[in-house]
């Protein structure tokens, strides 16, 4: 795991690579990043959901056919 002393030192090499004027602009495109990043995985989670829809649906409707036909006399 990363320290604290180890996070700090991180963040000054940073500080000194990139400036403190280029720093915020980094962090807004990160975040975009990440932004898109989970855009894209919550887009697969529906499709995924989606796909398995079907499926459920015509057992649900199998089922429901079998307590109806078990009903009518």
Not at 45 to 63: S, V
Request: net charge negative.
């Amino acid at each position: 795991m990363i320290g604290t002393a180890e996070l700090i030192v991180i963040l000054c090499v940073i500080l000194l690579l990139f400036g403190g004027k280029k720093l915020p602009e980094i962090a807004r495109n990160l975040g975009k990043g990440f932004r898109e990043f989970k855009k894209a995985c919550q887009g697969l989670e529906e499709q995924a959901m989606e796909e398995e829809k079907p499926a459920e649906m015509k057992e649900i409707q199998a089922k429901v056919e079998t307590i109806n036909s078990q009903e009518k006399p």
